[in-house]
T-cell receptor, first 113, second 112 residues
Framework: DQQVKQNSPSLSVQEGRISILNCDYT??????FLWYKKYPAEGPTFLISISSIKDKNEDGRFTVFLNKSAKHLSLHIVPSQPGDSAVYFC????????????FGTGTSLTVIP | KAGVTQTPRYLIKTRGQQVTLSCSPI?????VSWYQQTPGQGLQFLFEYFSETQRNKGNFPGRFSGRQFSNSRSEMNVSTLELGDSALYLC???????????FGPGTRLTVL
């Protein structure tokens, strides 16, 4: 049962434009969400997180939005750069259960120069 | 501060064998989680250890087991390997009880 879903396997964006990656979840108990970036043959690298008490968190070019009523979160990258080309995973957890995170299947982002 | 390290990075085994993977967390991190990544499946949670105790377990058969030592280092064991066990095995460490996970580079296991 996939509790975290990323329905777009791939996304292509022109350099300098906005990249929007989407993620949906089904478990309303999730209260902590993260985005990771992954290059081939490397482990995921933490990008940004958001707690369910917030609806937005910014860190430089990266902003995560959380819509709890829709059980949806998105990652915005502005402006997109070729170095952002990677696979992006969203992950969710229910903090009361410790560090068991549920991951989506990933979205492969290609930023075209 | 050194990151999460995993050994070995690559491993080739044959069906029926067993394998042990090792993970050293970031210094001061007490929680270690293991994930399996296969193409199209994302990261599937295997188990989490916190202060030498298994705190969470994913939906994997009993052939997959793990342990954590007093220095927070963790090992994962897979017995009676099957072809479907070929995957990238990732370890992640967390400082506290619930916190951001930091991943190691992974161990690429190939079962022939």
């Amino acid at each position: 049962d996939q509790q975290v879903k990323q329905n777009s396997p791939s996304l292509s964006v022109q350099e300098g434009r906005i990249s929007i990656l989407n993620c949906d979840y089904t478990n309303s108990m999730f209260d902590y969400f993260l985005w990771y970036k992954k290059y081939p043959a490397e482990g995921p690298t933490f990008l940004i997180s958001i707690s369910s008490i917030k609806d937005k968190n910014e860190d430089g070019r990266f902003t995560v939005f959380l819509n709890k009523s829709a059980k949806h979160l998105s990652l915005h990258i502005v402006p997109s750069q070729p170095g952002d080309s990677a696979v992006y995973f969203c992950a969710a957890s229910w903090r009361n259960t410790g560090n068991q995170f549920y991951f989506g299947t990933g979205t492969s982002l290609t930023v075209i120069p | 501060k050194a990151g999460v390290t995993q050994t070995p990075r690559y491993l080739i085994k044959t069906r029926g064998q067993q394998v042990t993977l090792s993970c050293s967390p970031i210094s001061g991190h007490r929680s270690v989680s293991w994930y399996q990544q296969t193409p199209g499946q994302g990261l599937q949670f295997l188990f989490e250890y916190f202060s030498e105790t298994q705190r969470n377990k994913g939906n994997f058969p009993g052939r997959f087991s793990g342990r954590q030592f007093s220095n927070s280092r963790s090992e994962m064991n897979v017995s009676t390997l099957e072809l479907g066990d070929s995957a990238l095995y990732l370890c992640a460490s967390t400082r506290g009880s619930t916190d951001t996970q930091y991943f190691g580079p992974g161990t690429r296991l190939t079962v022939l």
